[in-house]
């Protein structure tokens, strides 16, 4: 069983940066994928990033390619997402995701475990 909790959500103006966090619980996070998605008001869940568990590939949406970056740090049980130029269209609650099996995946239902989510806002 994994916990996840993320923090570092906010308002921020666009064009400003924010950095989500998202620790895990558990002694296996080395052994997880990890991928963040985002929600909207109105809309369905969308892949935002992902990680595979070594940490030296890595996914994301084209609407963040050159803005957002994932990263971990397998010591502190932590997966991060660094977003930079920030855009109203990013407003949404965003999402921590582990999943057991190797590999990335920007398919939803084949993470294991969420976190609560986190409220993102972009103001124009």
């Known amino acids: 069983q994994v916990q996840l909790v993320e923090s570092g959500g906010g308002l921020v103006q666009a064009g400003g940066s924010l950095r989500l966090s998202c620790a895990a619980s558990?002694?296996?996070?080395?052994?997880?994928?990890m991928g963040w998605f985002r929600q909207a008001p109105g809309k369905e869940r969308a892949f935002v990033a992902g990680?595979?568990?070594?940490?030296?590939?890595?996914s994301y949406a084209d609407s963040v390619k050159g803005r957002f970056t994932i990263s971990r740090d397998n010591a502190k049980n932590t997966v991060y997402l660094q977003m930079n130029v920030l855009k109203p269209e990013d407003t949404a609650v965003y999402y921590c995701?582990?999943?057991?099996?190797?590999?990335?995946?920007?398919?939803?239902?084949?993470?294991?475990?969420w976190g609560q989510g986190t409220q993102v806002t972009v103001s124009s």
């Open positions: 558990g002694r296996t996070f080395g052994s997880y994928s």
């Open positions: 995701a582990a999943k057991r099996s190797l590999g990335i995946s920007t398919r939803d239902r084949t993470y294991d475990y």
């Open positions: 990680l595979n568990a070594r940490g030296d590939m890595t």
